[in-house]
């Protein structure tokens, strides 16, 4: 579903300019690491990406040594996929062609020896809320116990001994048949663990998702799963500093960001916001976006003042992972579906909390103090005037 | 005090090594925008910069025409700048030293109309912390009311009719001659308007500012100036989102992070953090950094068990502004004293507030109630387990 005429990748576009001093130099102060520490993809994975045309690619974040701790370490892979057909045809082809092409990328996982797994921001259908219509796009709403994408990872979740993460929209049959943006977490066994539904909903641009869905109601939960503890921030929470902090607070050594974002509103934004994440809350962030052009049987307007149209703007893919330290990966592409690994060293995360002390400093105290304050409508700013 | 091995900017590495139209991608992905909109300079200012040793360059932030507020334009100068003479001088000529190419910069931003200048982190000292000496360093420390930092400054002030921030080393007589990290503001008829002290101190690398003075105790006041509301987050201050996001709470229009910060520590978080936090806040940051590298009469050690030394790191410089729409400048030289000049609308923070709604949708009574009770001592995080 990818315009040909798309960028492929930011960072190709300089590592393939400068040369190889200049590029260390670049390297060092725009990823945080001279050295990207590849991890070493099997040559039988390689041709099945390729043949499944997708990309596949591995990186390395070590921690130091300890005495009284062994390394800690897990192997998370982040899926990045363009829908699969074409928008107007039934609703059980448009999932099933979807689920058909996660299979290949999920087993080039398993192959790698992948822990986790997370997908992308409703990964099963199109991005559809542009339309703000109902039907028949509410529809692909299912339920987080054993609707279909659930029960079609459950398998893999159960085969491999995978944690997965399936961000969907929820149908909730007990409350009135609510509409939710969920993120559900299967456990190694192929069981649910729960639940987080996204906690900011947007109203921007193309983004009505406020049409269809309240804000969560699920707090910040960090699962506690057999490879370390991780939370999700589903997309718009990013711009959200408060969010991000939650799931730190609640000990979080992973949070993900199963996002949909387009080119023209918020390109610039993805590599800074996840990013800050990490090294505000000495944690791992995954970055994971959509990727292509998505079109739609009826026009909608844009709010924009611009005329009707049809596709929604270009998801420019791009995913990638920051450590606790601030480093981070070179992205997947712009325009095709990918796989990215990282195998974390979780020892990191508490090893950067000592170095650089930012959970000693926060202040939390006073931030409470101030914030309990700030809500009141009364509340009457700090401000200094001129005498 | 530059080394000359310093690469001189990051932002010149690529837009000399790219084409037309590579260059343009870059520019829309990382600085948000493919136009930097340079600002003309008056020639004899370019001159008398170059005589004088310092870079100058200046950038446009305009924002959208609107029917019923007039655009509010205010030039901000932002300067960096290496120490003068050596540190085993005599405290008050290491002063005058830095006072006499003060001058020139300031002198050079009034020609071009500058409203409002910001200077970096203890500005009229060496960062002498590293060496956890009191004497004689502690004879930096100055009167926020009528130190000769201040005097000095007053009279720009008043002759310019500049708002002019101040961030100095605080003695305060009234308090027991305690020592703190401060920023006096001083506004266009030379008169102090009041002073913030840094909130979060560090305790990392060769940063012992905890040996000095305590975390700040004056809250996060914005101050009401002439030419828009403006806040001062000091140095390691923006390592925490909740120290912006107060400034932001409290109506900050612009943001000053002066800062003392080295490469090998920090280089690949500059450009993220203050960028994060004109976005998740709406507003405009100015981040600046000290620049070359400082020398020390006696040794110290860095606590990384490595032998003694006497040179801090290398201040890498490449200050910048970022706009509440995420776009930022280009960054100063990495080695070079220099002048940021920013035109900015403050229009835009208010109109990036209704196009983005991070205030709309930032939940900040969940996060009041959250907080509250996470500062508890028996608080328990909320983790969801394995049944």
Redesign the interface.
């Known amino acids: 579903m990818a315009k040909s005429v798309e960028?492929s990748s930011?960072d190709n576009?300089?590592a393939n300019?400068?040369t190889e001093s200049?590029l260390e130099?670049?390297n060092?102060?725009?990823?945080?690491?001279k050295d990207h520490r590849f991890v070493q993809i099997n040559k039988s994975n390689i041709e099945f990406a390729k043949h499944n045309n997708f990309d596949i690619a591995a990186y390395d974040f070590p921690a130091q040594k300890e005495e009284t701790r062994r390394p800690r370490i897990v192997k998370v892979g982040i899926i990045q996929h363009s829908i699969a057909i074409s928008t107007d045809k039934p609703i059980v082809e448009q999932r099933q062609s979807i689920f058909d092409k996660i299979r290949n990328i999920i087993i080039a996982a398993a192959n790698e020896g992948v822990n986790i797994i997370c997908l992308q921001e409703a990964w099963s259908m199109p991005f559809a809320f542009c339309t703000r219509e109902k039907q028949p796009w509410c529809e692909f709403a299912e339920s987080a116990i054993d609707g279909p994408s659930v029960q079609f990872l459950k398998e893999f979740s159960a085969k491999y001994g995978m944690v997965i993460i399936s961000p969907i929209l929820e149908r909730d049959k007990i409350h009135g048949d609510t509409i939710w943006n969920t993120a559900v977490?299967i456990?190694e066994f192929g069981?649910v663990?729960?639940k987080h539904r996204k906690?900011?909903?947007?109203?921007?641009g193309d983004f009505n998702e406020s049409t269809y869905y309240f804000?969560g109601n699920t707090?910040?939960?960090?699962?506690?799963?057999?490879f370390g503890?991780i939370a999700i921030n589903i997309c718009?929470g990013r711009?959200?500093?408060?969010n991000?902090?939650?799931f730190g607070?609640?000990?979080a050594e992973i949070v993900f960001n199963p996002s949909a974002t387009v080119s023209g509103l918020s390109?610039?934004?993805w590599?800074?916001?996840a990013?800050?994440a990490a090294?505000?809350n000495s944690y791992y962030t995954c970055s994971i976006n959509r990727v292509g052009t998505e079109k739609f049987p009826n026009e909608f307007t844009s709010g924009d003042g611009l005329p009707a149209h049809k596709e929604f703007g270009h998801f420019y893919g791009s995913s990638y992972v920051t450590a606790p330290d601030?480093?981070r990966t070179p992205g997947l592409s712009r325009n095709k579906d990918g796989l990215l690994i990282t195998q974390l060293d979780l020892n990191k995360c508490r090893q950067i909390k000592d170095?650089?002390?930012?959970t000693?400093?926060?202040?939390?105290?006073?931030?409470?103090e101030?914030?309990?304050k700030?809500?009141q409508p009364e509340y009457e700013?700090?401000?200094?005037?001129?005498?």
Request: net charge positive; with cysteine.
């Open positions: 960028l930011f576009l300089v300019s400068l200049e130099e670049f060092r102060i725009y990823y945080g690491r977490v456990n069981e663990m729960g906690n900011h909903i947007p109203r921007v804000e707090g910040h939960p960090v699962f506690e799963t057999k503890k718009y711009h959200h500093p408060l991000w902090l939650m607070v609640n000990g390109e610039h934004l590599s800074v916001e990013r800050n090294i505000a601030g480093c170095k650089w002390g930012f000693m400093t926060q202040r939390l105290d006073l931030y409470a101030s914030l309990k700030a809500v700013c700090q401000v200094i005037k001129k005498k």
